[in-house]
Every structure is written in structure tokens, then in C-alpha cells.
């Protein structure tokens, strides 16, 4: 291709390099000049212009482009019409994008002229999704090095295709411990499901067994029997060796173990096994939560039928860390230093609906009402600052509160739910503090003796980020926990609490066994109320 600076008399034929604005001229790069625009330059003054001419032996950027990205496309994909020098590669139906990442490496060494892009490797799709690009540099390729990459795009057969979702039918098998609530294992189902809502898969058959081995073993063939392609299942507690529960489980069975663990964070606590030939996965405690994590990664490619190996999941280490491990050490320069503060949040926004009308926070227990025995409780504590999230009635539930040295933060969205409280909660604690405590308004029983309890639990050095108090194994409120949590808590949604993320962090949870039953008891009812105010001023 022959290159360089021409009068524009000379010019006839050849490709514009520069695109060219001077007065009511326009002549755009790529533009091939005719008589009308030499007369056009010549008429504005212009002397030279830069432009390319392409060689017998040469292959024009768009034809080059397009026959290499309709070598390139496999399964499920679609090349638009080559432009500028470019192919676009789209997907055609939802699924994850295969490529062979050597045979890309092979295409782009050919010719510095020669490119291909294309997504991550198993990287979900759907219909329309651009997944890949030819980008031819110059106006034109030599003959040879576009014949080069041809053979090397043919020879891999495809470079790049889209798998399609095929499984339709999931089992989910959740074991069960005492202290794990139903509305966590509700709560695991319904980001289940919208995880595999893209696929067009459906949870077909679901049950909650005790946590171990051969409750467990029966229910995964019943959901098996029942027709499940894939079955997953989440413990009650992690998996913690190739020997325990879950693992002894598949292989009563008559499954077989691929892969326990992954280089992923999170995702660690992985485990990937079969039974007859359908994949079982014992999912970490992370695929609770929405965010993403090293379960997608795995439950992706078998959606569509891709068989996840061994040498697969080693493999996923080299861009595994998704994000911060909470249990891990802070660096350095920001150590918690001795003396760690936390803050109290006190919830008190709510619109007391199954009070019949009446607001519980006003209710008063000898002459205090509950949401200023809360808020007494917690400054009597060592937490500080002492913050109250007000919201219904707010300028009454100010009042109660009157004298007392308390930060007040208004949640103008408290109709919206527990979640909304949550941040307006948060969004008041000093960036100087390490976590908070909070706390509801309707537990009166809750002393600052218990808060301090949970105060002295929170040990970040030693992974105790989150401070949990427990009845007999159940467990209650108040919650610490740490800054490094506050991202996800302002993020959740609805009227809905933090327990699922409690469930998503096993190994950053510390429980507090408490005697009595302050921990588990809010007023939601005029009969819960009666009753409380009968043991407190009973046992005045």
C-alpha cells in the first residue's frame, strides 16, 4: 500500500487519510477522492493531501475484516457488515462466550496490522451482546498476512462461538442447623433463582434436610428422581474438608468428587461433583449473596452444558480476586488502633403496623417510652456515638428523646422499608469509627451490659468482624458490625434486614451464648407489648 502527501491533482483514486474541514469543504477520512472533491480542494486553497493507495497484493480493510471475522464465528454468533475496517462479532442467543485464547494469541502475532478482541472467556451473553472485533489498522492488509490469519482462525474451528443455556431444571437441597432462620434459606432461594432466571432455568424441586450425611444423601436423590439436570446444594455450615458432610453425602450415592476449592475469593468453600452424570454443587457460603462470586463462575458453564474440570477451576486464579476478603488484615496504616470505637444505631423509623394503629415506640414501660429505654440502654453502653434513626411520627419520637445526648438522623424514605433506615443509620457514623452495633427500638430488655458483651466480642485482628448474641442457639439482636461491612448494608433494599449477609460470611461471624431471653424479643404486638411491660415493671 503505497502511502504519503499528494498534490490534489495527483490524488484521484486514492483513500483520504486526514479528514479535511476548511470552509464549506468536507472530505472524511476513508473517503475516495473524485474530480468533484479535487476541484473542491483546489478551490480552497488546499496544496497537498495525505492519502493511501492500495497494491495488487493487497486486501482492502473491510474485505480483510469480514472474511476473517466469518472464519472467527461459531456457534451462535452473528457478524455484522465490516465498516472502517471493522467486524463486529455479536452473540445470538444467551449463553457464555468460549474462546481459545491460544489460537487468539496465534491470530494477533500474524500481522501488527491484524487484531481480535473479544470478551472474557465464559463471560455470560445475551442475544445482541457484541462479543468480539475484527479491526483491520490500516486501509489495507497484504494478501499474505490476511491468508496467515485465515488459516489460523480456520484451524482453530471456531475462535470464538457462544455456548447456549441448556439446563432448565435445578434441585436445591438446604441443610439445616439450629440458629439458621427459614427466612435465610428464603432468602438464598430467591438469589438463586435470579440467578438462573437469565438461563431460563427453574427451581424444580427444593427441601431442607438436618445437616448431615445421610439426610442429606436421600434428598439429593430425591431431587434427582424428581428430574433435576443440576442440583446445589447450600450447608447450613462450610464445607470444610473432602471428608465432611456434603462431600460424603455425594459419594454415598455413588457421585464423585471433580474439585473441592477454588482460587477464587469469594468462593473458596467450593465444591463440584456428579451423581449419574449431573452436576452437584456444594455451594460456598457467598452464593447467598447476589454479588458475584467464584459459584457463578462454575454455574455459568454448566448451565450450558460445559463440563467444569479439575484443571478448570485451578485455572481461575489469575484474576480469582474479585474483592476483599473481610476476614483479612487491613494493611498497615490503617490497623485498628487499641481503643476501637462503635457506634450504636438505634432503629426507631418504623410505622408500628401490626400494632393496630398505635406507635410502639411511644408505648410507655414505667413511664419511659421503649424507644428512649432503647436509647438509654445504648448510651449507658461504651458504644458512641449513640445515633437514632427517626421516621414515623418523627417529631414525637424526638420528643421522647429529649435531654438524652443522642445523634438524630431522619430517614424521609422509612415507609420503604427496614433497609432504608439502615442507611441513614450508617450514613451518620463518624468515618473515624470501626463499626457499629445496631440496634432496634422495640427491645427494651436489651441493657448496655449485653451491648457491651457483644462490644467486647468484635475482634477484627482475630476475623471477628460481626458479633451475633445467641439463645440457646438461636439467634437475636443487637448486631455488630464492622465498617467494612457498611458498603454492603447500604446496599441492600426493601424491607428487609442484614441476616443473609450474616449467612454469607461464616467465617467472619463471632456468636455471643447468652442466658434469658432480651435478645429475642421485640414488640410487634399489643400482646407482646402487654407482656413486657408485665416482666419489666413485675421485676421493678
Not at 470464538?160 to 431444571?169: E, G, L, N, Q
Not at 444423601?217 to 471428608?243: H, N, P, T, Y
Amino acid at each position: 500500500m503505497k502511502f504519503g502527501p499528494v498534490a490534489p491533482g495527483d490524488a484521484k483514486g486514492g483513500i483520504v487519510v486526514h479528514s479535511i474541514r476548511q470552509g464549506g469543504l468536507v472530505l472524511k477520512k476513508g473517503s475516495v477522492v473524485g474530480d468533484a472533491d479535487i476541484a473542491a480542494l483546489t478551490a480552497a486553497g488546499i496544496k497537498t493531501i495525505m492519502i493511501a493507495r492500495i497494491e495488487p497484493g493487497d486486501v482492502s480493510e473491510d474485505v480483510a475484516a469480514a472474511e476473517l471475522a466469518a472464519s472467527i464465528a461459531g456457534e451462535g454468533v452473528h457478524v455484522d457488515r465490516a465498516f472502517t475496517g471493522r467486524a463486529n462479532l455479536f452473540a445470538e442467543t444467551a449463553g457464555v462466550v468460549v474462546v481459545d485464547p491460544a489460537g487468539v494469541d496465534r491470530l494477533n502475532e500474524v500481522d501488527p496490522d491484524i487484531t481480535l478482541a473479544t470478551l472474557d472467556a465464559f463471560a455470560p451473553v445475551v442475544p445482541g451482546k457484541m462479543i468480539a472485533t475484527v479491526k483491520i489498522i490500516p486501509f489495507a492488509v497484504s494478501a499474505a498476512a490476511c491468508d496467515r490469519a485465515l488459516a489460523v482462525a480456520r484451524a482453530a474451528s471456531p475462535l470464538v462461538r457462544v455456548a447456549p443455556y441448556r439446563v432448565r431444571k435445578i434441585g436445591v437441597i438446604s441443610t439445616v442447623l439450629p440458629g439458621l432462620a427459614d427466612k435465610v434459606i428464603e432468602k438464598t432461594l430467591r438469589v438463586t433463582q435470579d440467578r438462573l432466571a437469565p438461563a431460563g432455568a427453574k427451581i424444580v424441586a427444593e427441601r431442607r434436610v438436618p445437616h448431615e450425611s445421610a439426610a442429606l444423601a436421600r434428598a439429593l436423590s430425591d431431587v434427582l428422581d424428581a428430574g433435576a439436570e443440576l442440583a446445589i446444594v447450600f450447608g447450613a455450615s462450610a464445607i470444610a474438608d473432602r471428608r465432611d458432610v456434603i462431600p460424603a453425602a455425594v459419594e454415598a450415592v455413588g457421585g464423585v468428587i471433580e474439585h473441592f476449592g477454588m482460587p477464587v475469593d469469594p468462593g473458596n468453600l467450593m465444591l463440584v461433583a456428579s451423581v449419574g452424570g449431573r452436576p452437584v454443587l456444594g455451594a460456598p457460603g457467598c452464593a447467598r449473596s447476589p454479588r458475584e462470586n467464584g459459584f457463578d463462575w462454575v454455574l455459568e458453564r454448566l448451565l450450558c452444558g460445559l463440563p467444569v474440570t479439575r484443571r478448570d477451576i485451578t485455572a481461575m486464579g489469575v484474576g480469582g480476586l474479585l474483592m476483599e476478603i473481610v476476614t483479612r488484615p487491613q494493611p498497615r496504616a490503617t490497623e485498628v488502633k487499641p481503643g476501637r470505637r462503635i457506634a450504636a444505631i438505634v432503629l426507631a423509623a418504623g410505622r408500628s403496623t401490626r400494632m393496630g394503629g398505635a406507635n410502639k415506640l411511644l408505648a410507655e414501660i414505667n413511664g419511659r417510652p421503649l424507644v428512649r429505654i432503647a436509647a438509654e440502654g445504648a448510651f449507658a453502653s461504651q458504644a458512641r456515638p449513640v445515633i437514632v434513626v427517626t421516621g414515623h411520627q418523627r417529631e414525637r419520637v424526638e420528643a421522647a428523646l429529649k435531654g438524652l445526648d443522642v445523634r438524630l438522623a431522619h430517614n424521609p424514605e422509612f415507609a420503604k422499608g427496614l433497609s432504608t433506615s439502615l442507611k441513614a443509620g450508617i450514613a451518620e457514623v463518624p468515618p473515624d469509627v470501626d463499626g457499629a452495633i445496631v440496634c432496634l427500638g422495640d427491645m427494651p430488655q436489651v441493657s448496655a451490659q449485653l451491648i457491651d458483651l457483644l462490644l467486647a466480642a468484635f475482634d477484627p485482628e482475630k476475623g471477628a468482624l460481626v458479633v451475633v448474641p445467641t439463645i440457646n442457639g438461636k439467634r437475636g439482636n443487637p448486631v455488630v458490625w464492622s465498617r467494612r461491612f457498611f458498603p454492603e448494608l447500604t446496599a441492600l433494599d426493601g424491607d428487609i434486614g442484614a441476616r443473609h449477609l450474616i449467612a454469607s460470611y461464616p467465617e467472619a461471624v463471632t456468636e455471643v451464648p447468652l442466658a434469658g431471653n432480651a435478645a429475642l424479643i421485640d414488640v410487634d404486638t399489643p400482646d407482646a407489648l402487654r407482656a413486657v411491660k408485665a416482666e419489666i415493671e413485675g421485676a421493678s
